[in-house]
């Protein structure tokens, strides 16, 4: 453009362009004395990548032994409580395998002393009812083992199922021998409510359902 147009322009008011503003070669050296590097400088600039998180130390010297120590303790504990509930439970078992062992026995000797002494009558017609076992059970008898009954004379005990009219006797050695076996232990001073089914007029009929 020749200077005499630049200079017209310039008298109606327009600016000269601006001149683009030259950037710093990287490659020389600053203000500072060294260069930088661009690639360092714009990792500078930006923000930090997020990176694999840093394994957390564990903690050595006193603190981690204090710890292991802690860790050992509680096992240890634990092993003792479960050693001891299992004590317990062989403990439980094998009393319960003796208790079982005892009773069989009793019952074998029970049984032996009993043979043979049975006062049953299978013509009796008399029902004498009393409870056991938590229900109410009965025993035919003559009347006059029905007296003897009430008056503790006789007793009844159980076998299998079966009840056997025995005196007393053989009731109280019975006892002794297997508590369980006895059925009807009568107390003569007992009183009617104590024992209703003494009485025969409380006798319960032979029809009745239990």
């Not at 322009?9 to 001149?19: C, E, N, R, T, V």
């Not at 062992?101 to 009993?114: C, P, T, V």
């Amino acid at each position: 453009m020749s200077d005499s147009i630049r200079d017209q322009l310039l008298g109606m008011g327009f600016k000269p362009a601006p001149k683009p503003e030259r950037k710093p070669d990287p490659r020389k050296p600053g203000p500072g004395g060294r260069g930088q590097c661009p690639a360092a400088g714009a990792d500078a600039n930006k923000p930090g990548k997020p990176g694999k998180p840093r394994a957390e130390r564990r903690p050595s010297g006193p603190a981690r032994a204090g710890r292991s120590q802690e860790d050992i303790d509680l096992a240890k504990a634990y092993a003792i409580r479960a050693q001891k509930e299992k004590d317990e439970r062989l403990a439980a078992e094998a009393a319960k395998q003796e208790a079982a062992r005892l009773r069989r026995e009793a019952k074998a000797k029970f049984d032996a002393f009993i043979a043979g002494k049975s006062l049953n009558v299978e013509s009796a017609e008399i029902a004498r009812h009393f409870e056991y076992g938590g229900k109410i059970k009965r025993v035919y008898v003559t009347a006059e083992q029905l007296k003897a009954l009430n008056a503790g004379q006789l007793g009844v005990l159980q076998q299998n199922g079966r009840y056997l009219v025995v005196t007393a006797d053989v009731l109280a050695e019975a006892e002794a021998i297997f508590p369980q076996g006895v059925a009807l232990k009568v107390d003569p001073n007992a009183t009617a409510q104590e024992d209703p089914y003494a009485d025969p007029q409380y006798q319960i009929p032979d029809d009745l359902v239990w």
